[in-house]
T-cell receptor
Framework: DTGVSQDPRHKITKRGQNVTFRCDPI?????LYWYRQTLGQGPEFLTY????????KSRLLSDRFSAERPKGSFSTLEIQRTEQGDSAMYLC?????????????FGDGTRLSIL | GDSVTQMEGPVTLSEEAFLTINCTYT??????LFWYVQYPGEGLQLLLK?????DKGSNKGFEATYRKETTSFHLEKGSVQVSDSAVYFC?????????FGTGTSLTVIP
């Protein structure tokens, strides 16, 4: 069971720099989600892909954030011109099937720290 | 808008005690409801789910019933174990978006 893999586990960068995170979902899963989680809070939905199509984005998602899933397999999340408030754990999850109520499998997350 | 409100923690119980963690939701449609658990040092994993009113989800001795009339999905377990110590998240989905509660930390002491 390979599970959902995220890379890197930790990222420390200076304010204003760009960062990119990668998520490898479970291989046969067609749905992929990105979330952000801050200390003491639950995961906050950012965006969702079905295969390679990005079907939904949170209104909270700044235009500095962009996500891709070019071949319907792995996905990347890029944050441009990082700000202090971007410090958080970024979680990726994947699921299988045509319905959104299927269980999501989460990765261990990428922890971003902005200096 | 759509949201989930769950009981604040932390919760500390003795082994074999009864557990209830309250969860209520606000939704414009007919959501599916979930409980996720995060054990120390691990990622979130699904504990149980219910997809329509009056459904009961159950797993590992935990249960939760989808109550449409009270918009609730409270998590219960009759006898907790030390190994149940974790953070529990209630969640709902409407359409393709998922909404999570803030999490409730549970510590079970021997």
């Amino acid at each position: 069971d390979t599970g959902v893999s995220q890379d890197p586990r930790h990222k420390i960068t200076k304010r204003g720099q760009n960062v990119t995170f990668r998520c490898d979902p479970i291989s046969e899963h067609n749905r992929l989600y990105w979330y952000r989680q801050t200390l003491g809070q639950g995961p906050e939905f950012l965006t969702y892909f079905q295969n390679e199509a990005q079907l939904e984005k949170s209104r909270l998602l700044s235009d500095r954030f962009s996500a891709e899933r070019p071949k319907g397999s792995f996905s990347t999340l890029e944050i441009q011109r990082t700000e202090q408030g971007d410090s958080a754990m970024y979680l990726c999850a994947s699921s299988l099937g045509d319905y959104s109520n299927q269980p999501q499998h989460f990765g261990d997350g990428t922890r971003l720290s902005i200096l | 808008g759509d949201s989930v409100t769950q009981m604040e923690g932390p919760v500390t119980l003795s082994e074999e005690a009864f557990l209830t963690i309250n969860c209520t939701y606000t939704a414009t449609g007919y959501p599916s409801l979930f409980w996720y658990v995060q054990y120390p040092g691990e990622g979130l994993q699904l504990l149980l789910k219910a997809t329509k009113a009056d459904d009961k989800g159950s797993n590992k001795g935990f249960e939760a019933t989808y109550r449409k009339e009270t918009t609730s999905f409270h998590l219960e377990k009759g006898s907790v174990q030390v190994s149940d110590s974790a953070v529990y998240f209630c969640a709902q989905n409407t359409g393709n978006q998922f909404y999570f509660g803030t999490g409730t930390s549970l510590t079970v002491i021997p």
